[in-house]
């Protein structure tokens, strides 16, 4: 048996390998990828214009032979059907595999009405190895060795399949197969951890795309669109309005215009235009991102005529996004019968959390907690669009500040793991140490001056229990609170100051000092053995860091890892860490990307447990997961569902989890 059938064997799946690729028609106005002119997958598959123009197939059978066919569009039905008979309905007898199978096998559900059982995906393994790294075909097989060569797809550009010359498409399709085919067999055995948990979540996240598990409320989501257009033109008229100019949306949003503008209203109020580095590192340029820290100070200015015009830009710079993804909702939805499924991708960070992809982005349909400015009503109102089928409801199921408690848990910070597992009111009484006095949470007939003082204190609480654990400091903490428009009154007035976020701080560090500690053990432990590649060292007895082909790796309780490729570590008394994608990462940055590691892996393995006993798993988000549920039984399989997500596996022995849940004809917080 070879390595990578070893590791299909190991996750359950068939040994026996089929590989899959679809070629279709496409031209200018009618493609995917990164084009003006581009539509989604969905909308490409599901269009009257989609015309298929020949299939590739590689077979690897349980000895390793590899064979390979190229079939014309009049032979792809009688081939799929002998398929059927041989494998099953749902291919159920092999593996299939490719590279982007979102596209193949929506083509095979849609067109043939087939849905694979197992599939395994060249473009999951590129995410695992490396998430920011380049993931088409042609750069993966460079980099893995291919080969052969992947020849040009824009030679086939505008080419019916009446038209088309098929001796040069079999030769483009096979080299694609062998590509495919031979990235597989080498990347499995290479960057797959944990494949009885990793390749079933894989495709979990293939099905959950393909199945149509939401109604979109396309009527709904068309007057969000336009209340969101209405929006950023308010903020351009207000800022026109202070200035007694009537600015256009250019005057905004074209930075030769606005930061001319923006300088002189700067300058005239003594203050100078912040500055930061460009991408590159090369040059100083405007900080004018809505996420830069000099802009979100701005929007909160205490001179008006400073402060419209940031907001102004913000929202130029920033509903234009939230706009388009609407409309892409529904562009995707429209084309699929107002429905649509879970549009994520498997593996987009180092964490290997989940990520929004397809230009609609249901990993950000509203922020969470009231760090910062907080989510406009309008982009949360984008979670409402999403409706149960008839005859069901959505069950919403959440881990209970999930990683709070893994970092008390994996820091060794035993008193707070206590008073998770016990369900103390633990930001009550980090608040009543800190103010010195008394507090609960807020209670509906307590009088209004002391429901709104337990909120605020108690707030205070949570904020930090919730936020501290990865070494925010006293000034970030003051600069989230001074921008959240709840909270800012009391800053202003002097109330609470810049001092009193320091304090804070200091509080949490020193009442949860495992955890601050745990901060350097991780930093050391990395910085180790990077430098002593040969080294290994492991932390609180279940973290194991070690060095492998240029990169550093972090070992996680649950046997996954953390990779960072082009791992160093420079200078000398006070040495900076750095890797391929970051410079300066230090403790505080590991202990989160632990954290989220290990709280992703938690999640995954209760979402391989409630697909194993059936549930109808439509979205997943951060700790959240979204079940379709039966009216008529759903009270009763969301319990189950809760119990379900809160067993605590082998290697989390001790873990305080917990998990809360609620039914909703749409889908919302």
Same mark, same amino acid.
């Given at each position: ?38 539509? #989604? ?145 080498v990347m499995l055995p290479a960057v797959m951890a944990r494949p009885e948990i990793e390749m079933p979540l894989a495709t979990h996240t293939l099905k959950m795309f393909l199945n149509e598990s939401f109604d979109i409320d396309v009527g709904r989501a068309k007057i969000v669109q336009q209340r969101m257009m209405l929006e950023m033109a308010a903020a351009v008229t207000k ?220 707030? /205070? ?29 009391? /800053? ?7 001092? /009193? ?25 990395? #910085? ?29 309780? #649950? ?111």
């Amino acid at each position: 048996m070879k390595e990578f059938q070893k590791i299909l064997e190991a996750a359950g799946y068939p040994i026996n390998l089929l590989v899959l690729d679809f070629e279709a028609f496409f031209n200018i106005g009618f493609r995917m990828g990164k084009y003006k002119d581009s539509i #989604s997958l969905t909308e490409y598959v599901m269009d009257d214009r989609f015309e298929l123009t020949g299939l590739g197939e590689g077979y690897v059978d349980e000895t390793g032979k590899v064979s390979r066919n190229f079939y014309k569009p009049d032979a792809i039905r009688a081939y799929f059907d002998a398929a059927i008979r041989a494998y099953g309905p749902g291919l159920e007898g092999v593996t299939v595999g490719g590279q982007n199978l979102k596209f193949d096998c929506l083509v095979l559900k849609e067109h043939f009405g087939i849905v694979p059982k197992f599939t395994v995906d060249t473009l999951d393994l590129g995410n695992m190895h490396d998430p920011k790294g380049n993931h088409d075909l042609d750069a993966m097989g460079k980099e893995w060795g291919a080969p052969v060569s992947k020849g040009k797809t824009s030679d086939f550009k505008g080419i019916h399949a009446s038209n088309m010359d098929y001796k040069k498409l079999e030769v483009y399709c096979l080299t694609d197969i062998d590509i495919t085919t031979y990235l597989l067999m080498v990347m499995l055995p290479a960057v797959m951890a944990r494949p009885e948990i990793e390749m079933p979540l894989a495709t979990h996240t293939l099905k959950m795309f393909l199945n149509e598990s939401f109604d979109i409320d396309v009527g709904r989501a068309k007057i969000v669109q336009q209340r969101m257009m209405l929006e950023m033109a308010a903020a351009v008229t207000k800022a026109g309005k202070v200035m007694g100019v009537d600015y256009g949306h250019e005057d905004i949003s074209k930075p030769t215009i606005f930061v001319p503008l923006f300088t002189e209203v700067l300058e005239k109020h003594g203050e100078k235009m912040p500055m930061k580095q460009n991408d590159k590192k090369t040059a100083m340029i405007p900080a004018l991102a809505k996420t830069d820290q000099a802009m979100e100070e701005l929007v909160c200015h205490p001179i008006e005529e400073i402060r419209v015009l940031a907001e102004a830009r913000v929202a130029v710079g920033g509903w234009p996004g939230h706009i388009k993804k609407v409309k892409n909702t529904v562009l995707q939805a429209q084309a699929r019968g107002n429905k649509l499924g879970g549009s994520l991708g498997y593996c987009r960070g180092k964490t290997w959390r989940w990520g929004g992809v397809g230009g609609i982005n249901q990993h950000n349909m509203g922020g969470r907690g009231r760090a910062g400015r907080g989510t406009h009503p309008l982009i949360a109102e984008v979670r409402g669009l999403y409706k149960a089928p008839e005859g069901c409801v959505l069950g919403i199921l959440d881990f209970a500040a999930i990683e709070a408690r893994n970092l008390a848990w994996q820091a060794g910070q035993q008193d707070l793991v206590e008073a998770f597992a016990t369900g103390a009111d633990i930001y009550s009484e980090f608040a009543t140490e800190l103010f010195n006095a008394y507090v609960r949470k807020s209670r509906d007939d307590d009088p209004p001056v002391l429901y709104a003082l337990y909120a605020l204190r108690r707030g /205070f609480g949570k904020d930090n229990i919730l936020g501290d654990g990865y070494g925010m400091g006293g000034d970030k903490l003051y600069q989230n609170c001074y921008i959240n428009p709840g909270l800012r009154p009391y /800053f202003d007035s002097g109330k609470y100051d810049r001092a /009193f976020c320091h304090k804070m701080i200091q509080h949490y560090r020193h009442k949860y000092s495992k955890i601050p500690e745990f901060w350097g053990k991780v930093e050391k432990a990395w #910085s180790f053995v990077t430098r002593f590649k040969h080294e290994e060292r492991i932390v609180n007895g279940n973290l194991r860091f070690y060095h492998k082909d240029g990169a550093t790796f972090i070992e996680l309780p #649950s046997g996954r890892y953390i990779r960072y490729p082009g791992a160093k570590v420079t200078g000398g008394k006070h040495p900076s860490l750095n890797y391929k994608w970051a410079k300066g990462i230090w403790g505080g940055y590991l202990t989160e990307n632990i954290i989220q590691s290990e709280s992703r892996d938690l999640l995954g393995e209760a979402i391989v447990r409630l697909d194993q006993a059936g549930y109808w798993i439509a979205l997943h988000v951060h700790d959240e997961v979204v079940l379709v549920l039966n009216k008529s039984t759903a009270e009763q399989d969301l319990a189950s569902a809760i119990e379900m997500m809160t067993e605590v596996p082998g290697w989390a022995a001790g873990f305080p989890i917990n998990a809360e849940g609620k039914l909703s004809e749409r889908y919302c917080k």
